[in-house]
């Protein structure tokens, strides 16, 4: 089955995932983290959630640009994970076949253009939710920049 845009967009109506997107999401994850079909940038992030306190996971596609690797929040600031990574001061694990801890730097909104244009070609299932074209020139991306948070992906020790 081909998901359209359209489709994806209503399975994140109002920023949240519907229970079809959630068990999409659950699937992935497992998928994503043990590395089954998987490219190497499709991981799963574990991060502390902020209200339960317990290890919450979301499959991710990492973007890769200038020797970097960053995360990409596709449905904006109002995402789950983001909130839990800005409240663990950006602790976190990903997984793909292994455990690696890391530490989510977020990116100035000023620098995001480049690596939201990069994470577009690379997510093809986050082009729906980013209003700009993955060809569109730069100065589109700066336009939408502050609305989609960047994390680059430092190890952690």
């Known amino acids: 089955m081909i998901i359209t845009g359209a489709m994806r967009r209503r399975m994140y109506r109002g920023g949240r995932p519907s229970r079809l997107a959630r068990s ?7 998928q994503f983290g043990r590395a089954i079909f998987a490219p190497p940038d499709w991981v799963t992030l574990e991060v502390t959630g902020r209200r339960s306190g317990h290890t919450v996971s979301c499959p991710l596609v990492i973007a890769r640009f200038r020797g970097e690797r960053y995360l990409v929040s596709m449905l904006g600031n109002g995402a789950n994970w983001v909130a839990n990574v800005r409240a663990a001061n950006g602790e976190a694990v990903l997984r793909h076949g292994r455990r690696r801890p890391v530490r989510l730097v977020e990116v100035d ?3 995001r253009a480049p690596i939201l244009r990069q994470y577009l070609v690379v997510a093809p299932g986050a082009r729906a939710h980013v209003p700009v074209d993955r060809r569109a020139p730069l100065a589109e991306f700066e336009r939408v920049a502050a609305d989609y948070p960047v994390f680059r992906v430092t190890p952690r020790k």
Do not use: D, G, I, K
């Not at 999409?24 to 497992?30: D, K, T």
């Open 109 to 111: 909104p000023a620098e």
């Open 24 to 30: 999409l999401n659950r699937l992935s994850a497992f």
